[in-house]
């Protein structure tokens, strides 16, 4: 028993390892850009320059939203490269409402949706940081957009 032991863990230790792998866990942190949208979402879409030269625009609708109402996200992309991949993060400053992360999938030659849903909140008033991950390549550009709902 003891000789059939340390392989089946040897194997559960590779397996284990081989799906975190496969899921993204192990992967090393891409390189990070920060840059801060000073546009009202609620309000506009709004528009911001990648350090690439890249440029992107990004609408909520409907407009104004808040907690628990069906959103529907749009952006158009406009650059020399289009980005691997488009993520959206509803993170709460005032109070923590968990991960919430929504993946943008490519309708078109530049344009990019997603359906949202802001968790429901105990607060009247509700501060949000929208962190819109654009990666292209290994580099990973967290654009931030500030919402009051």
């Not at 849903?117 to 105990?122: G, H, V």
Request: aromatic share 8%; charged share 15%; proline share 6%.
């Amino acid at each position: 028993m003891k000789d059939a032991l340390l392989p089946l863990l040897a194997f559960l230790t590779l397996a284990g390892g081989y799906f975190l792998q496969q899921a993204g866990l192990l992967q090393p942190e891409p390189v990070k850009q920060q840059i801060s949208a000073d546009c009202d979402l609620q309000q506009q879409s709004c528009q911001v320059e990648l350090p690439d030269g890249s440029q992107l625009n990004l609408a909520v609708s409907p407009r104004p939203f808040r907690a628990v109402m069906p959103l529907d996200i749009n952006l158009l992309f406009n650059g020399t490269r289009l980005p691997d991949e488009l993520k959206i993060q509803f993170e709460g400053l005032n109070m923590d409402m968990g991960y919430n992360l929504v993946t943008l999938q490519k309708t078109s030659a530049n344009n990019f949706q997603a359906k949202a849903m802001l968790p429901a909140c105990t607060l009247d008033k509700m501060i949000w940081a929208f962190h819109l991950y654009v990666t292209v390549g290994e580099t990973t550009t967290d654009v931030i957009f500030n919402v009051e709902t």
